[in-house]
């Protein structure tokens, strides 16, 4: 009789051990966009520094994601003071999209698109009006950090 609970008890914590394994293998839904990356948008007179964080996808499909962004210029003249902020961004045909809009309610869509193994091209595009300095959208290439 021991030797049947001690044959139950070794092939159930077996079924234990390969559900937590299995469970814990998430190589298949894994982004390659997840991590940091880091670079520099080039606006012409100034550049600034970014570095963007990308989280791994929860239940929605979505990724949590970290803009910071450097000292930069404007091109009146005025300075930016660096910062970052939290938004979620979507994956969708092998390239991550995610936005936010300015205070002046003005919308900012990145785009990330997968260039070699540890860089992407990056576009920051600028919806709205824009100043006279300003262009509708500016790339980069960002190293994985």
């Given at each position: 009789m021991?030797?049947?609970?001690?044959v139950?008890?070794?092939?159930?914590?077996?079924?234990?051990?390969?559900?937590?394994?299995?469970?814990?293998?998430?190589?298949?839904?894994t982004?390659?966009?997840?991590?940091?990356?880091?670079?520099?948008?080039n606006?012409?007179?100034?550049?600034?520094?970014?570095?963007?964080?990308?989280?791994?996808?929860?239940?929605k499909?979505?990724?949590?994601?970290?803009?910071?962004?450097?000292?930069?210029?404007?091109?009146?003249?005025?300075?930016?003071?660096?910062?970052?902020?939290?938004?979620?961004?979507?994956?969708?045909?092998?390239?991550?999209?995610?936005?936010?809009?300015?205070?002046?309610?003005?919308k900012?869509?990145?785009?990330?698109?997968k260039?070699?193994?540890?860089?992407?091209?990056?576009?920051?595009?600028?919806?709205?009006?824009?100043?006279?300095?300003?262009?509708?959208?500016?790339?980069?290439?960002?190293?994985?950090?």
């Amino acid at each position: 009789m021991n030797r049947k609970a001690i044959v139950l008890a070794v092939i159930i914590a077996a079924m234990s051990t390969a559900g937590v394994a299995g469970s814990a293998d998430n190589s298949a839904s894994t982004s390659y966009f997840e991590g940091g990356w880091i670079g520099e948008w080039n606006f012409g007179a100034t550049r600034q520094d970014v570095t963007i964080t990308i989280g791994e996808k929860n239940q929605k499909g979505a990724h949590k994601t970290t803009y910071a962004y450097g000292w930069g210029k404007s091109g009146t003249g005025g300075g930016t003071a660096p910062g970052s902020f939290d938004v979620y961004g979507m994956e969708r045909d092998g390239v991550f999209t995610f936005w936010w809009k300015t205070k002046e309610g003005k919308k900012r869509t990145v785009t990330l698109e997968k260039q070699k193994e540890d860089a992407v091209k990056a576009r920051l595009e600028l919806e709205g009006s824009l100043e006279q300095y300003q262009r509708p959208y500016y790339d980069a290439i960002l190293k994985r950090k």
